[in-house]
């Protein structure tokens, strides 16, 4: 219909939308957080299951549009086994490429299928969709430092 | 609420009650273009476009005029006053008040609601007092008094909508009980385009000696209004929404209630006396006006005010309607629109909520943004309505007189185009 | 207060610091004529006039992007809702703030301070506490306070000012009790011109853990201003009292405070969650900012932030002061005009009141305007202040950036007319 | 100075303002009343004294400019003595004047030194300067008809 349309709605973001990975809901949860865009009425939840800092699992739950529930789903995928570390670098580096900022060379991740994402940069108000898995998830994060049970978190 | 009925409403395809062509000519902005695509403008709800007579006021007003108001003993303040006080009167006009003291200038609708909420509702309203609202409001009638029945331990009802979005008032004579102190309702919703009958629940309100409130912000601009006939108590609306500048809006209210309230914010202008340990207020309306008043927009909104008597608002409700049938009959065709609220146009306003298959309203939004279509997604500011209506968001498309058939072929067009878009990508 | 010495001060009659012959080129209003004379606009006080810039930025505003903020998906709304954020971080930068969440859109500083009166003082003032005030201040920064202490039981206490019309300090120690709970006062006179100190009337405040309010409505357009360095913990101020359109005003905050603060108006926009029985707030700033804000305006205010950074504000600041200096010198040596407040230009800004024999400002200011001079008569929003001086009102010139000394000779010899015509009829 | 100026501060006027009539005041009040211009700040202050319908006397303080206390010195010389419908008449058209609507023909009032009113109507904000008494006298011979005790006017 349109290029630009194409490079926000890539095959790789659609088929996260119509299968988000990460959506089973997990027996046990070591920390559970939530996530809203008040202007929009997206709202996204998420726990996380946590062994000697590596995060072993983890269920995302997004009721909103193609970016927001396609980014869940990619996040869900790639930082399940990975360690809090990693995790925060990646989110960093997805906030980078989201706001369109320059992502420093000496850092090395595993993106997995997070770059089909760069399209949403195009669509300035679409990238808090984009943000707030992420948000949640590094709130999620901060919360287990500050040793508290929930979080909750914004993109505004 | 299920898919309405597939009702194919196809009255006038002829030429329209106004002359559209001459209107859009008026319009500056309608020959914007937006990704190569001329601008397609449907989302009159949220704010509408403003005719070139209005933005030459601001011009001129700041070119030539430019002052403070009410104090000034000068030539241009003097000018800047009468230009402000003539809104004023126009506007009593406008919507059939007895006087121009009983329109309140403030920032736009919602804080005309919380004028009433701090100021009367403050005082009238008391911990086993109830306020009903209905299931449809907009959050801006909706929050000020969650808010005042939480500080006051007043109760709030709501009257419940029925499945095809327009007040179920079989029960209302249950629902406004005796202790009962304000009912505050939309006019038109935002939401559903469902028009309340205004007139008859004020009547309930009143005999159970009930305060009304009615929130005007989406009817104001759509329909004719006389708030005599309605016998409201309290009207809210915003310029914005009808061919004004942003920034200004209007509480109405009767004289005998504004009179006996205290004012809201205080300070320059709402006085009549100061000492360091005591004050007093000035008359209506300046009582509730206090600072410097958004001299500039005010004097901008008669030419908006000109422009719809001009037009005249009988036929920009007939314009509308026409363009809602229309556009109804052809979204209903398409098999595969859901809408939400009322399909004879003749009970609606132009704003249509709909959704289509799984396509989120903001996907939706975005894939009519690249065709130069403006339309708006989410929860339109009526969170509990939406979840009533067990959807997380509508897109929603919504009209003015500048709007064309051509335009509502063009977005017609590209619903069926996104949807095969999107069932493919 | 008696009648100020008569020192004549003459340091700069060479050329100022600012080229105002190509400043005035961008206020269309300055080629206006009042009753056949060139209009010579010393009411800026009261308002200041706008630069084409401004004027432009609306007209571009409503006839190319016009839609609502924030809520919007198309490419109008984005625009519009990234211009109207960026007016926020330059205001932010221009005041010195930490961030722009702690810039909240008001519509003037009055509003600005009955913000803090309503969401902060309602809290957090119980019966028996103290609010610290000036007797110099202004209705806008007296009434809500008057009201508040009237509501809740505390009791008012003002910082006196001398015979020179300054602040007399000397028992700061006394007047801010350990019971004070908020010190609110001017950070520069809209009678009296005079700059108060302000970052030593902070400390002291919070030695005794009072917050402190700022009224910058006269000081931020006038004077480069820094509320990090002040430490103040509210600052409020008007877009229309330097060079911005009329309809926008600003409320600073510290986040840690703004954070723990209730909203003040509700509805949308500024709502996190809303149920039939709930509502809780979006974060800073929009927790204080519900309905649709004066978009147009708050997007047109940036032209005017830029031309004033432009500028310069140390160079608005010593053009006026140059100014003052030179009008105050020549007001002095006519030997009948009587100025209220300090005639050191150092100390005080360009709003000078003053009266002449037994002409009543009125009269003053009607005269004034048949020769094409603006300037504003009565008591200026400071009734107390009035009384305090010993008069029912004052003529008051006041300056900004396009102001001549060519204009002061026009208005002191007019002075010299006017006395002598009013002695002769 | 400026033709314009010599209509509104003709000699008329400034002798009122300079030797105002009426400002002694009463040793006994019947009625006493209070008018102000919150937005200029203009007070003045009225005492009637009414025998039969008859103002027999009256005291007006005015603190003001050069219009506002000589209409209210005008306005004591010219009521004192007539009935109270007379002073109503003569309101009317005083009011009428200043806010240049036309006066009926068939009234037949003396006006005294009011005619000098008449140049304000050229200054429309000073008008309510000139207003001040005359509400106020309106607001008082009101009060009597009510049987009230005090009192107080605005022109705004
Ligand atoms: C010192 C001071 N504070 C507050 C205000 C109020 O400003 P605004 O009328 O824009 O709210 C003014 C202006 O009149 C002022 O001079
Ligand atoms: C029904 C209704 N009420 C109130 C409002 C609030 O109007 P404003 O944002 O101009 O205050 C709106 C507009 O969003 C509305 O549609």
Known sequence: ?156 | MGMVENTIIKKSAEKGVLDINKIRKDFPVLNREVHGKKLVYLDNAATTQKPRAVIEALVDYYSNTNANVHRGLHTLAEEATSAFEETRSLTAGFIGAEEPAEIIYTRNATEAINLVAYSWGRKNIRKGDRIVLTEMEHHANLVPWIVLAKETGAELAYIPIDDNGCLDLDDLGNIITPNTKLVAFMQMSNVLGTINPAGEIIEKAHKRGAITLVDGAQSAPHMPVDVKSLDADFYAFSAHKMLGPTGVGFLYGKREILDRMEPFNTGGEMINEVRYDYADWNDLPHKFEAGTPNIADVIAFKPALEYLNNVGMDAVREHERELTEYALGKMLDLGFVKIFGPTDSAHRGGAISFIVDDIHSHDMATMLDTRGIAVRAGHHCAQPLMKRLGVSSTTRASFYIYNTREEIDEFIASLVEIRRYFSNV
Chains 1, 4 share one sequence.
Not at chain 1, 23 to 42: R, T, V, Y
Request: proline share 3%; hydrophobic share 35%.
């Open chain 1, 1 to 156: 219909m349109s290029d630009m349309l194409d490079e926000l709605y890539r095959d790789v973001i659609m088929d996260h939308y119509r299968n988000p990975r990460g959506k089973k809901k997990l027996d046990k949860s070591d920390i559970h957080s939530e996530g809203k865009n008040p202007s929009c009425g997206d709202e996204l939840e998420m726990d996380l299951q946590i062994k000697d800092g590596i995060i072993e699992d983890v269920h995302v739950g997004c009721v909103g549009c193609a970016i927001s529930v396609s980014s869940g789903s990619m996040l869900a995928e790639v930082i399940k086994g990975k360690s809090i570390d990693e995790v925060k670098k990646i989110a960093e580096v997805v906030k980078k490429m989201l706001k369109g900022e320059p992502i420093p060379d000496d850092i090395e991740i595993e993106m997995g299928d997070l770059d089909a994402l760069e399209g949403v940069k195009k669509f300035p108000v679409r990238i808090k969709c984009a943000l707030l898995s992420w948000t949640t998830l590094i709130d999620s994060i901060d919360t287990v430092a500050d040793n508290k049970e929930r979080a909750f978190s914004t993109t505004e």
